[in-house]
């Protein structure tokens, strides 16, 4: 199995601020990578694909990039809804993998 | 506007078999195109991606839970389901149900969206 990582596993920001996750995969996977927010009692929702893909509805502040091995989730200026759980996700191969998650909370 | 939405018994004692269905609506399984997903979260933990159907019945399976897991397809009922056996506590978490789109090629993109809202199902006597 392919595992992720996520650092850090939690930050604490204030609105505004600019917010950078990174995600690593234990080998590569060209671009095969996506990222979900969670908020607490709800589903994951589905931010990125392809690893830089913003998926339709979701704001500009998000961006994503990397391929291979390393990949960033960047949130340019943090608002109030953005607070939540970021998980990365392979997709290159089965069993597909998640990250364990990063919490971002309020300052 | 596609919806998929997770149904089933939220206990389950230990031993026995955990059986979960995912309707979808605005939506036809049976229109191909997308494999139908579980997945699911431990209480307070990560998210563990389970297995897939595709509308024609054929399978892939998490080789950590595939001894255990059966989904199936009934495109009559517009759903797919999950059974998962001897569960133990281990097994308690929120299940989610996701759809997994192809792209132009017809290739899976192995993402997953939208997902279901999620159902917890404890294991417990």
Redesign the interface.
Known sequence: DIQMTQSPSSVSASVGDRVTITCRASQGISSWLAWYQQKPGKAPKLLISAASSLQSGVPSRFSGSGSGTDFTLTISSLQPEDFATYYCQQANSLPFTFGPGTKVDIK | QVQLQESGPGLVKPSQTLSLSCTVSGGSISSGGYYWNWIRQHPGK????IGYIYSSGST?Y???LKSRVTISVDTSKNQFSLKLTSVTAADTAVY?CGRNPFDSGGRA??????????TLVTVAS
């Open positions: 990560g998210l563990e991606w892939s998490n080789p950590s989610y993109t192995n993402w997953f969206d939208p997902w279901g809202q999620g």
